[in-house]
């Protein structure tokens, strides 16, 4: 009979953890470099920031802006897709309001492809700064899911692996 190769049961189990851990984190197709509510936006920087509390007049809308950090996963999918879509979900304490895709549309894909795909070979990475506004808010606490193209919570830079979800108190001046 011949010799069967024994290796070790410590080195087949730390080989199957690291084996297997890395095949379930894939590189995020985005996370949230900065972000703010605000009551304007204008040159793609937010304008009239609110912190925590934003008091605004009835009627009156908000903005939740953004600048996304994208990798090249997504810049797979837009040269596939032409299109990667991004969703602000926002909600209050009875549930998600609405749902608006904030992403790379189609037009501005074939706009900015070839300076997209420049900023990517030279730093590994682009930014993408965007907003979605809301009106005919409620008083009370408001948050806003951050998701994907598959509509899962991305997260923010430098966060871990939590789901990334800014809240905002809206009160009504007189």
Request: proline letters at 5%.
């Amino acid at each position: 009979m011949g010799r069967i190769f024994s290796i070790p049961p410590f080195t087949l189990i730390v080989f199957g953890l690291s084996f297997f851990t890395n095949l379930s984190i894939a590189q995020p197709l985005f996370e949230v470099e900065r972000e703010a509510f605000c009551r304007e936006v204008r040159d793609h920087e937010p304008q009239t920031l609110f912190s925590g509390v934003a008091e605004i007049r009835k009627g009156e809308g908000l903005f939740l802006w953004m600048e996304i950090k994208v990798g090249e996963r997504a810049l797979t999918m837009l040269e596939a897709k032409r299109e990667m879509p991004v969703y602000h979900a926002w909600a209050s304490e009875i549930g998600v309001i609405d749902l608006i895709n904030i992403g790379i549309m189609k037009e501005k894909w074939l706009e900015q492809a070839d300076a997209i795909r420049n900023e990517v070979k030279r730093r590994g990475f682009f930014t993408w700064r965007t907003q979605s506004y809301k009106r005919n808010l409620k008083e009370g606490r408001w948050y806003v899911s951050v998701l994907d193209a598959n509509k899962k919570p991305v997260k923010k830079s430098g966060s871990g692996t939590e789901a990334f979800r800014p809240e905002i108190i809206i009160k009504f001046l007189p």
